[in-house]
C-alpha cells in the first residue's frame, strides 16, 4: 500500500477523525459506568448525544472531506441507513455508529486509531478508579459464592471492568505488535493478576492469560501462519462461530457435561438458548433484557451476554450473514497483507466475543476499524 500523502486536506481529515473517534468512543464508554447515576444533570441520553455528535463529525469527513466517488457515498447512505433502522428495531445503535466511524477512518493510518484508543481509554479507566477511591462515584461491588468480594471501579459490572482491561492489553500488544519488553510483560503480568484480584471475573483472566501467552510465543505463531492459507484460517473463524452458535441452541441442561460447562460461563448457555428459541428474524427484534447492572429484583433475570447470539436474535439473520461476510474479508486481508499481529488480534476479539456483549461497543472492540485502514505498520516482512 503507498504511503498516505499528507496533503492539507488529508491532515484536516485526520483531525476531524481522531475527534469522531474520541467523542464516540467517550460517549459509549461512559454510558456504561456509573456517572449517569451519581453524577447530576450527566443523564445517558447526553452521553449518547455526544456519542452521535462524533458520528456527525465522522459523516462530514466521509461526505464532504475524503474524495470518495458518489457510488461509494450513495453505498455507505444505504448501508447506514440499513444499519439504522436494523438497530433501531433492537434499540441498539452501536453497530451504526461503529460502521461511520470505520468508514470514516479508510486509508487513514491505523496506528493513530490505535494510540487515540489506547490514550483514551487508559485516561477513562484512571479516572473513575480514582472518582471510586474519592467516594465521588459508587462502586459497584458484587460477592461471588464463598464470599469474594468483586469491584467495578466505576464501571456497571466487575466484568465490564475486566473487559475494558482485556481488550486495551490486546489493542496495546497489536500496538506494538505483540514485541514486548521483559518490562512490558511484567506489567501486563501485574495488570492480569490485578484485575482477577479485585473483579474476580475468571473468563477475563483466562482471556488475558491467552494474550499473554501468544504474546511469548509470537515468533512461532508466525510460522504457524505463514503455513496455513487464507482458507484454512477462514474455515478455522466459521467453525469457531458456528460451534459457538450450536452450544448455545443445543444446550441440555440434563446432560452433566453440558450442566457443568454452562455453570462455568455463568449461565450463558441458558439464557443464550432463551434468546434463540424465540423466532430468527430477517431484520431483528428488541429483547427486554433484565441484568448487566440493570437488574430488576422483581423480575426474572435475563441477558444475553453472547455478542454472536446478541447479532443473530436481536439485530437480523442479514447483518449477522453481512458480519460473517466482514469476518472473512478481515481474515483473508490480515492473511494476505502479512499482518499477522492484527490476525491475533482478531482472533482474541472473537474468543471474547462469544462469553461477552461488547463486540460492536467502540470503547471496547478496536480492531473492526482496520477494516479500511492502512495497516503498513503492522506487516510482517518476508525474509
Excluded at 269 to 290: I, S, V
Aim: a positive charge; one cysteine or more.
Amino acid at each position: 500500500m503507498a504511503q498516505l500523502e499528507l496533503t492539507p486536506k488529508a491532515n484536516w481529515g485526520r483531525k476531524i477523525l481522531l475527534v469522531a473517534l474520541g467523542l464516540a468512543l467517550l460517549g459509549n464508554y461512559l454510558r456504561g459506568t456509573q456517572l449517569p447515576v451519581d453524577v447530576s444533570g450527566l443523564s445517558p441520553l447526553i452521553l449518547f448525544r455526544i456519542s452521535q455528535l462524533g458520528v456527525g463529525l465522522a459523516t462530514i469527513k466521509i461526505l464532504f472531506i475524503d474524495a470518495n466517488s458518489w457510488r461509494f457515498k450513495a453505498g455507505f447512505l444505504a448501508m447506514s441507513l440499513f444499519l439504522y433502522y436494523v438497530g433501531s428495531n433492537a434499540h441498539l445503535l452501536d453497530i451504526f455508529f461503529y460502521f461511520v466511524i470505520l468508514v470514516a477512518a479508510k486509508d487513514e493510518d491505523y496506528r493513530w486509531l490505535l494510540r487515540c484508543y489506547l490514550i483514551e481509554v487508559a485516561v477513562i479507566m484512571l479516572s473513575l478508579a480514582l472518582l471510586t477511591f474519592g467516594g465521588i462515584l459508587n462502586d459497584m461491588t458484587m460477592v461471588r459464592p464463598g464470599g469474594t468480594l468483586r469491584m467495578s471501579f466505576g464501571s456497571v459490572t466487575p466484568s465490564d471492568f475486566a473487559a475494558h482491561v482485556f481488550h486495551w492489553l490486546v489493542a496495546y500488544f497489536c500496538y506494538r505488535n505483540f514485541k514486548l519488553s521483559w518490562i512490558e510483560y511484567l506489567v501486563s503480568l501485574v495488570a492480569t493478576w490485578g484485575v482477577f484480584r479485585f473483579t474476580g471475573t475468571r473468563l477475563d483472566l483466562i482471556l488475558m492469560a491467552v494474550t499473554l501467552v501468544l504474546a511469548v510465543s509470537y515468533p512461532k505463531l508466525k510460522k504457524l501462519i505463514n503455513y496455513l492459507d487464507g482458507w484454512s484460517l477462514g474455515a478455522i473463524m466459521l467453525v469457531y462461530l458456528g460451534f459457538n452458535l450450536a452450544m448455545n441452541y443445543l444446550f441440555t441442561p440434563e446432560w452433566t457435561w453440558f450442566r457443568r460447562v454452562d455453570e462455568l460461563l455463568s449461565h450463558r448457555l441458558t439464557y443464550g438458548q432463551l434468546a434463540l428459541q424465540k423466532p430468527l428474524t430477517l431484520f431483528g427484534r428488541y429483547f427486554r433484557e433484565n441484568g448487566n447492572g440493570k437488574f430488576n429484583p422483581h423480575q426474572p433475570y435475563f441477558f444475553i451476554d453472547s455478542s454472536f447470539v446478541r447479532l443473530l436474535a436481536m439485530q437480523g439473520i442479514l447483518l449477522f450473514t453481512c458480519f460473517v461476510i466482514m469476518l472473512i474479508f478481515l481474515v483473508w486481508r490480515f492473511k494476505a497483507e502479512r499482518t499477522y499481529s492484527l490476525l491475533l488480534g482478531l482472533g482474541l476479539v472473537l474468543l471474547s466475543a462469544a462469553i461477552d456483549h461488547h463486540l460492536w461497543e467502540l470503547s471496547y472492540n478496536f480492531i473492526f476499524l482496520a477494516s479500511l485502514t492502512d495497516n503498513q505498520h503492522f506487516i510482517v516482512k518476508r525474509k
